[in-house]
């Protein structure tokens, strides 16, 4: 039987999130622009991420299963997807067996005895690598081991309801346009359209099962958008009003900039480092039929992009560990190291600087993060404050929120990711 197109590309892609600390995300649209089948693509897509929302677990039977490095380093995809199918019971063992090693002696022949063994032996030894797993916290919890330690400080009656969140799947969670509809009717479009739906906020609609976009009504027509309930309070909690001047200093890929401008008409300059995915930010807004801005440019340089007048208001979304959303990006607890907890907190102060004197006298800044850690949410606030006297917060009322009434933290939940929300105000 030759190997699975689907199994083959998931251990590439699982390769290239552990092996190489390439993205998930970058890499599956590389695939896509060579013309895969997208069929094959979202089957590979699907395997990948299972297998990275479980790899300490299944990292953890592995090492128990080889007992020694492997060799090629690249039978880890092919191996760590073949496990994960078997310990989530996907199909029949003897069929992904099969299938699995397959995949192996395609690329490397020699390893397919290895590799058969290796899989026939981890049902043999289940239980007793169940009940090992449990004195490794990474295996036991599937998050890298520094990861836990700063949730089980910063969180230490919760972090385990977290955890767990985290490792399950994503809700989908629409955000309707209200210049084009009404939650309540479009959320009758989707109910006849098959799509059992809940509102879950003030403009935000959950499906309960996800579906791809072609299926949504008018979504091509700008009726809805996808975008987490959490991110979805960005745009009340800076409070703009038609024909002020507003910056959204790191905008990609745009979901905060397009519900900005369906709730005011503001005039909106949309500023992003990263050119590429500045091209995302205008293609939602050209779906959505919004005007705004889009310039490539670096936030904590604006002596290359400000024209010299004052800002009223300026959203924050600052680069993070993403540590709120990783249910979603299953790749990004696996690529994070601890010291890049460092590095980001210092590009985040970088740009709450930068950015401070282009806002105008009782002009507000919004500083946001889909982060858990408070190195990056409320520590960078309170060290923001100590050097800036003429700055204060705003109370932010999130519904969910923890911790101080001034900082709004949400925790991942049932219909939210996790997110940071502070409102500063110029004195």
Not at 398 to 421: A, H, I, K, N
């Amino acid at each position: 039987m030759p190997a699975s197109p689907s199994r083959m590309l998931a251990a590439r892609l699982v390769n290239a999130v552990l092996l190489e600390g390439r993205g998930l995300t970058l890499t599956l649209q590389e695939t896509r622009a060579t013309g895969a089948d997208p069929r094959v693509v979202a089957a590979a897509q699907s395997l990948a991420y299972g297998t990275l929302r479980r790899a300490g677990r299944l990292r953890f039977f592995l090492r128990a299963l080889a007992g020694r490095a492997l060799s090629p380093p690249t039978l880890l995809g092919p191996l760590l997807v073949g496990l994960h199918e078997l310990d989530a019971r996907t199909g029949p063992d003897y069929a992904v067996v099969h299938d699995s090693v397959a995949g192996v002696a395609r690329d490397h022949p020699r390893a397919r005895g290895f590799a058969n063994a290796i899989l026939r032996n981890f049902r043999r030894r289940q239980m007793e690598l169940e009940t090992a797993l449990l004195a490794d916290p990474e295996a036991r919890w599937n998050f890298p081991a520094w990861w836990l330690e700063r949730l089980q400080a910063a969180y230490p009656d919760s972090w385990q309801a977290i955890v767990a969140t985290q490792n399950g799947h994503p809700p989908m969670t629409l955000r309707v346009n209200r210049r084009q509809t009404s939650v309540q009717d479009y959320s009758r479009l989707l109910t006849q359209a098959g799509h059992a739906n809940r509102q879950t906020g003030p403009w935000a609609l959950t499906l309960e099962q996800p579906v791809p976009v072609a299926e949504l009504p008018h979504f091509q027509t700008g009726w809805a958008s996808v975008q987490d309930l959490g991110a979805q309070w960005a745009a009340p909690l800076l409070g703009c009003e038609d024909g002020m001047r507003v910056l959204d200093a790191c905008a990609a890929p745009g979901g905060k900039t397009a519900h900005l401008l369906e709730r005011h008409a503001p005039r909106l300059l949309a500023l992003d480092s990263d050119a590429r995915r500045l091209t995302r930010v205008r293609d939602t807004l050209a779906r959505l039929g919004l005007q705004a801005e889009a310039r490539h440019g670096d936030a904590g340089q604006p002596w290359d992009w400000w024209d010299g007048e004052p800002f009223d208001r300026i959203l924050l979304d600052a680069p993070c560990t993403a540590s709120g959303v990783v249910r979603r990006h299953a790749d990004g607890k696996w690529l994070k190291r601890a010291e890049d907890m460092q590095q980001l907190a210092r590009e985040q102060t970088r740009l709450l600087d930068a950015l401070w004197p282009l806002l105008r006298m009782d002009g507000r800044m919004l500083y946001a993060t889909c982060s858990l850690f408070p190195a990056e949410n409320g520590e960078r606030i309170d060290a923001f404050l100590a050097r800036h006297p003429e700055a204060r917060l705003l109370p932010v009322h999130v519904p969910g929120c923890v911790g101080d009434e001034d900082m709004c933290q949400l925790l991942p939940g049932t219909d939210s990711d996790g997110f940071f929300y502070a409102c500063l105000l110029k004195t």
